[in-house]
């Protein structure tokens, strides 16, 4: 191209035909996600970019366009198994104004895609979605202007259809002739001329998911499903506690079993390679067996969980602090929650492939977080990290930091065991549910004051919690990496500031009080191992805030969701609110039947993503203890919607996910170990337990900022269910799991 | 040994103790069936032995000779899915998408074996299988949509 | 002739029906009373027959399996006209002492009132107003289905006055307090003998072989006697714990109908557990050293780190050889069975190692037959021992070929002889008669332990 018809890029994004609007220049900057991210700040743009082009501001490492024609989108986010990968497909097709099936897609892969730190957070559509988005469109201004150079007509009178760009006379400049190799390689722009909402094609369509076929019919589609060339199997032997160290271990007839290559030991870490998965499950029993651990773990008295995190030492965080006197005449409540250590209990359990070969690592994982995982596995091998790469191949669902990034860092330690061949490394169920790092016990207590007029005069909250994220991190954040020989250290826990919030996220209520105070007690000391579970402090938060909020309304006479709506100015809240109210016809029947409650629970994740209200109807048997959800509505605000299935998919997910929470689950261990190994005793919702009517309605928002639904509802979920238990029983449960033996204690006899 | 899967015999040369679900895995390199415990308590390993729905991870390859082994993948493919499949990807009954083969299995099983199972039947018999991202609602939605597709084409004569 | 002595049986026999009252209310009774009657209905396992599987607690409608025929447990909550709302206390001690119904109709001892006989009045009050406070369902009694002349309930007159020894119980001064309780709660409320004392023709127990094994719904209920085939004797406080809990560490968990039992004792006092288990203990009346040579030759070989080993005398030496290897049986173990039972998972929730279980020692293979088959299902909501059922994977064949297997390796005892009878059997019961209920194993939860706390505060 000569220089004279090279566009000016700049010129064209800078404005030239702009129109509508970017909405995430909306001056908030949300907050970024759980660790410090590696990828080199951009200089400085004022005012930032949309999404994730703040930190990956050039057009090409989201969009990729070759001369055939193909494109590709880059996202640094993950397919964890709530749609991301569609709905990303969705709104660059929709915005590059081709049609879906044009679009493939790369996910999370340190070699290839950005640097969008963890798929967590519910983060991927405000970060990645938007900057998809807003790239696609810039994408597509660039193209028109160039066929419109080539033409010599306006860009205005170009239109795009079918991967083209149409002149007035028809004449047509397919995608891929337009580009050149550098046409997008390009800073974003602050604006772009984003699609009218109400023209869309592929966007707010329920794009069937493109993952599901493949899961549907054994394609391969999990990290589980990988088999190089010369893959061989590997099994850890892990420790039967925490900190146990591996004092000896004979494995002379270990190493004589049909199929071992390897026994690897490295200072406490061990285990054992094998060319067949059996022979190297064999092989782990024998090795088990044959060594010597010195176990030093004390591990809290699980009975007494609050009064063990209020013993330990504080860092004390002012989350909120606008209180104020209060007027006499108030009517003054209290009332304390609290939660057990909660498992992740991801169906598969973890797994990964690494191969060493020529100085180079490749590992397959399916850790939310590619580049954190890469950084602290290439600190644990002593390798720079450019000789490291982490591709993300799907897992089972993880709903956080499971033991997939530990998983990676096993099959790293042992592709170097075994340089060329690829290690698949695969962890049992016991593994998975004694070593995942949980999320973690919290205690929760408030204090509120209702003036005489029935509404909440003054709020006081108190949390007690450890930190909500251990991920890597540094190497120490790494299981394995803890107990080589030369271990390196776990890092000091650190609390996740707010607006994010680790146990304080969602601790400020959204309601309007003209007084109130949060205070979160973050505990560095960490007995059990925790760290970021689905949600993280929102789960518990919301269940104690939306709990409080119906005895509140109790105090003052009120109906819960009238109390509701006569606190919240947000209009967007309300209408969450009504809508579920409505569809479930919470003004009709106050009380289905005797044994049966209804309770209702709201609220907006993190004060910044989805809203969601959950209304429910419970039934309790009240000889055997045993609390039943009938049926469930769901109202979901999602911002501008890209696939309400999806949405919806996730909704009822959290709803049930939560059931399990609040009703069944709880972390068992004695003084030293960890006991709820397996599903028997760790039990979770199984079909018996599933409710008869669910519906989720989802409310579109044409043109509004995306926000993130996947963890917007097991909140509202289990303050609904407490609170249609509370309906049934006549009785409070405050503390978690609000298990059948609880509730028979309670009512029984 | 010979194993009969999927309607075709193949030799395999594995210790008679390994557990179908890794020669299935392994050895034939076959995806659907998955592992989730290794201890019979969640049923992501579920295929059909002689059309009953077991636990592939803690049967030993040594009880299969003259056994009809089904997978999934046995039942249908992305191109010509089966009915299971087919209502499965219409009713996008998956999230991870991890424990959903063996429950199409077992299913399957139920719906040859009693096409006219009601719901409190169909609830009761998955009974043994878990989900953890509660797909549960879509999961009975699917399942009864195979059965309606499986009911006409029976009553259709071509059943 | 046969008309006049029909005639006089009739008149002999005959009960007044007692009048109907209005259902009490709830809050009449004295709630310690209730208290107590919970207890004793956990101890008397009455929710277990007169609750059919998923169906309301206490609304009957359950087939108790009986040689002669199918019987349905009755509606015993206060629900007026399908359960006992109507019946004065009056009525139901009548039931509990004698086996009458409020109507005058006799009750079949499938209704175990030959036990029941010996509880107190005060007792049977106690269980009267538990009963009566429980949610009331309206469900109608099933049908039985007993042949001809079974169905003419009068008969049961004379089964009674053969067989029926009316109580209420009275103390045997030749022995303690203590022990006294123990035999009151085992043959009354507790109705041990009811499944694990044989039965004669005419279905009554056979009070010469007391304790000496039964049979119910194709399950082996062992001898609680000195034929008590585990392989490590029992003592009062193994049996404690597994009434309590549900397993025990030498002898592995309830399964089959005595989950269901278990599953009730959980909520019975703590002293009267211990009294049952005394007593019982005391019955199967072991001498202490050989239980320690038995005991010490299991420790030698754990210490040994050979689990499962073949049967050992008191040092831990295999009695006999075991192919490990070629056998048919033992192929299937290591493949199916060796993961879980051999595994690092202690119980309740891990395999037991199958030398300790009566299952492999007792007199028939039924019970290790049934648990092979169709396992220990999840419990819905509740910490339970699951084990996977092999009726899919493994054919008739295969079974006995593991039977054999188990029986000489992990037993000292001879072979079986009806294994192909128990598989036939089991496979043709109905699924859910022969599938063992779950194995709850709770333990006392914080939870509950807390919510009983706040429940203090509030």
């Known amino acids: 191209m000569s220089a004279a018809s090279v566009i000016s890029r700049r010129a064209v994004l800078a404005g030239s035909g702009a129109l509508i609007l970017s909405f995430s220049s909306a001056g908030r900057l949300l907050a970024q996600n759980d660790a410090p991210s590696q990828a080199a700040p951009p200089p400085a743009a004022s005012p930032p970019l949309p999404g994730s082009l703040k930190k990956t501001p050039y057009l090409d490492s989201w969009i990729r366009i070759d001369a055939d024609g193909a494109i590709t989108v880059f996202t640094g986010k993950a397919e964890l198994g709530q749609g991301i990968k569609t709905a990303l497909m969705q709104i660059a097709a929709e915005q590059l104004d081709v049609a879906f099936d044009r679009i493939k897609l790369i996910t999370a892969d340190t070699a290839l895609t950005p640097n969008e730190g963890y798929t967590a957070g519910s983060h991927s559509m405000q970060d990645s979605g938007t900057a998809i988005m807003n790239a696609a469109a810039q994408v597509r201004q660039l193209l028109v202007a160039e066929a419109a150079m080539r033409a010599g007509m306006p860009p205005a009178q170009m239109k795009t259809q079918d991967a083209a760009v149409i002149a007035p006379d028809d004449r047509r400049f397919g995608y891929g002739e337009l580009v050149s190799a550098q046409l997008l390689h390009v800073t974003a722009g602050v604006i772009s001329p984003l699609k009218d909402p109400g023209r869309f094609k592929v966007m707010n369509r329920r794009i069937p998911r493109v993952d599901i076929p493949a899961k549907l019919t054994g394609n391969a589609a999990f990290v589980q499903d990988l088999r190089p060339d010369g893959m061989v199997h590997a099994r850890v032997v892990r420790p039967p506690s925490y900190g146990a160290q591996l004092v000896g271990v004979d494995d002379g007839a270990v190493r004589k079993m049909p199929g071992v290559l390897q026994v690897v030991r490295d200072g406490s870490f061990l285990a054992v390679i094998a060319q067949r998965e059996f022979e190297a499950i064999e092989a782990m029993r024998a090795l088990a067996a044959a060594a010597r651990w010195n176990e030093t773990a004390k591990l809290p008295n699980s009975a007494s969980l609050g009064a063990f995190l209020t013993s330990l030492p504080a860092q004390d965080i002012a989350v909120l602090d606008r209180q104020q006197a209060v007027a006499h005449g108030t009517k003054a409540l209290s009332a304390s929650y609290s939660r057990p250590y909660l498992a992740h209990g991801s169906i598969g359990p973890s797994c990964a492939v690494a191969q060493f070969e020529n100085g180079t690592l490749t590992i397959w994982t399916h850790t939310q977080g590619v580049y954190p995982d890469r950084a602290a596995i290439a600190e644990m091998m002593g390798m720079p990290s450019d000789k490291v790469r982490c591709i993300h191949r799907e897992g089972a669902g993880c709903y956080g930091h499971n033991g997939a990034d530990d998983a990676a860092a096993d099959a790293a330690l042992l592709a170097r065991a075994m340089p060329g061949r690829p290690v698949r490394v695969q962890w049992t169920r016991e593994q998975e549910h004694a070593w995942e790092p949980y999320g973690p016990a919290m205690l929760i207590k408030l204090n509120a004051a209702l003036d005489d007029g029935g509404r909440i005069a003054d709020w006081d909250n108190e949390i007690w919690s450890n930190t909500h994220s251990t991920r890597p991190g540094p190497a120490g954040s790494l299981l394995a990496a803890r107990y080589l020989d030369k271990p390196f250290q776990e890092p000091p826990p650190k609390p996740i500031p707010m607006p994010e919030g680790g146990g304080d996220r969602n601790s400020i209520p959204i309601y309007t009080i003209p007084s109130a105070k949060v205070v979160y007690h973050f505990l560095p000391t960490m007995p059990v191992r925790v760290s970021a579970l689905r949600a993280l402090g929102g789960f518990m938060n919301v269940f104690a805030i939306e709990s409080f909020m119906d005895e509140l309304a109790a105090a003052a006479g009120a109906d819960p969701v009238e109390f509701r709506l006569k606190h919240l100015d947000d209009a967007r809240a309300r209408e969450v609110i009504t809508t579920a109210a409505e569809r479930f016809g919470w003004a009709n029947k106050p009380r289905a039947a005797p044994g049966s409650g209804r309770g209702f629970g709201f609220a907006r994740y993190k004060n910044l993503a989805a809203y969601c209200a959950v209304a429910c109807e419970i039934e309790v048997d009240r000889d055997s203890g045993r609390a039943r959800m009938r049926r469930a509505v769901a109202a979901v605000d999602s911002g501008q919607v890209v696939n309400s299935d999806g949405i919806a998919n996730q909704i009822e997910g959290a709803i049930l996910q939560s059931l399990s929470w609040t009703l069944y689950e709880s972390v068992t261990f004695n003084e030293r170990r960890i006991t709820s190994v397996d599903w028997s005793s760790y039990p979770i919702l199984r079909f018996s337990a599933v409710p008869d009517e669910m519906e989720i309605h989802v409310i579109d928002r044409p043109g509004m900022p995306f926000l993130g639904s996947g963890e917007a509802g097991q909140g509202p979920a289990a303050a609904a269910v407490a609170n249609a238990v509370a309906n049934a029983t006549g009785h409070r449960f405050r503390d978690l799991p609000i298990s059948a033996a609880s509730i028979k204690a309670a009512i029984g006899v | 040994m010979k194993l009969s899967i999927n309607g075709s015999q193949h030799g395999v040369d594995v210790d008679p103790r390994t557990p179908l679900l890794y020669v299935l895995r392994g050895e034939l390199k076959l995806n659907a069936a998955k592992f989730g415990c290794g201890l019979g308590q969640c049923g992501a390993c579920t295929v059909l032995i002689d059309g009953e729905p077991v636990f592939s991870c803690v049967t030993p390859v040594a009880l299969l000779a003259g056994k009809q082994i089904t997978t999934l993948e046995g039942l249908g493919t992305p191109e010509r899915p089966a009915p299971i499949q087919r209502a499965f990807i219409e009713a996008q009954a998956a999230q991870c998408g991890y424990c959903i083969p063996g429950i199409m299995m077992r299913a399957h099983a139920l719906l040859e074996k009693n096409p006219h199972a009601s719901a409190a039947d169909i609830r009761a018999f998955l009974e043994p299988h878990l989900c953890r991202c509660g797909t549960h609602m879509r999961i009975l939605r699917a399942i009864h949509r195979a059965q309606a597709e499986m009911m006409s084409a029976n009553a259709g004569g071509s059943g | ?458």
Not at chain 3, 242 to 248: H, N, S
């Open chain 3, 1 to 458: 002739m046969l008309a006049l002595a029909a005639g006089v049986f009739t008149i002999v026999a005959w009960r007044p029906a007692m009048a109907p009252i209005a259902a009490p209310a709830a809050n009449s009774f004295d709630p310690a009373s209730i208290k107590r009657g919970a207890e004793l209905a956990a101890i008397g396992n009455c929710a277990v027959c007169h609750t059919a599987p998923g169906g309301r607690e206490f609304a009957g409608g359950r087939a108790v399996p009986t040689p002669f025929g199918k019987i349905y447990s009755t509606n015993i909550t206060p629900d007026p006209k399908s359960g006992i709302g109507q019946w004065s206390q009056a009525a139901f001690q009548r039931a509990m002492r004698f086996g009458v119904r409020r109507d005058g109709a006799y009750l079949y001892p499938a209704f175990p009132y030959d036990h029941f006989t010996l509880v107190s009045d005060d007792d049977d009050n106690a269980l009267y107003a538990f009963l009566m406070t429980r949610t009331p369902v309206s469900a109608p009694p099933l049908a039985d289905r007993l042949p001809f002349p079974l169905n003419i309930r009068l008969l049961m007159f004379g089964w009674n006055l053969l067989f029926l020894h009316p109580g209420p119980y009275r103390a045997d001064t030749a022995h303690d307090a203590a022990w006294n309780r123990g035999v009151y709660l085992v043959d009354g409320l507790g109705h041990c003998g009811a499944c694990h004392t044989p039965r004669n023709a005419l279905g009554a127990e056979r009070a010469d072989l007391k304790f000496s094994g039964g049979e119910v719904g194709g399950w082996t209920a062992y001898a609680l006697n000195e034929s008590s085939p585990a392989p490590v004797p029992w003592n009062a406080a193994a049996l404690e714990h597994y009434l309590r809990d549900g397993y025990d560490d030498s002898h592995g968990v309830a399964r089959g109908p005595m989950a269901e039992v278990v599953g009730d004792l959980h909520a019975a006092p703590t002293q009267d557990m211990h009294m049952i288990a005394t007593y019982v203990a005391e019955e199967m009346n072991h001498a202490a050293p050989e239980r320690d040579a038995v005991v010490q030759g299991v420790e030698r070989q754990r210490e040994r780190g050979q689990t499962g080993a073949a049967a050992a005398d008191s040092q831990g030496n295999a009695l006999r050889a075991v192919d490990t290897k070629n056998d048919e049986g033992a192929v299937i173990y290591a493949g199916a069975c060796a993961g879980c039972h051999e595994g690092p998972r202690a119980l309740p929730y891990g395999g037991i190692d199958l030398m300790l279980t009566s299952a492999i020692s007792g007199p028939s293979a039924d019970n290790l037959v049934n648990i092979v088959l169709y396992g220990l299902p999840a419990a819905e909501a509740a910490r339970a021992s699951i084990m996977p059922g092999f009726a899919g994977a493994m054919s008739d064949a295969q079974i006995g070929a593991l039977a054999r297997y188990l029986r000489v390796r992990f037993s000292d005892k001879g072979r079986w002889t009806d294994i192909a009878k128990s598989v036939h059997d089991a496979r043709s019961r109905a699924r859910v008669a022969a599938a063992s209920h779950p194995v709850v194993v709770e333990p006392p939860s914080a939870a509950t332990a807390k919510q009983a706390h706040n429940e203090a505060q509030h």
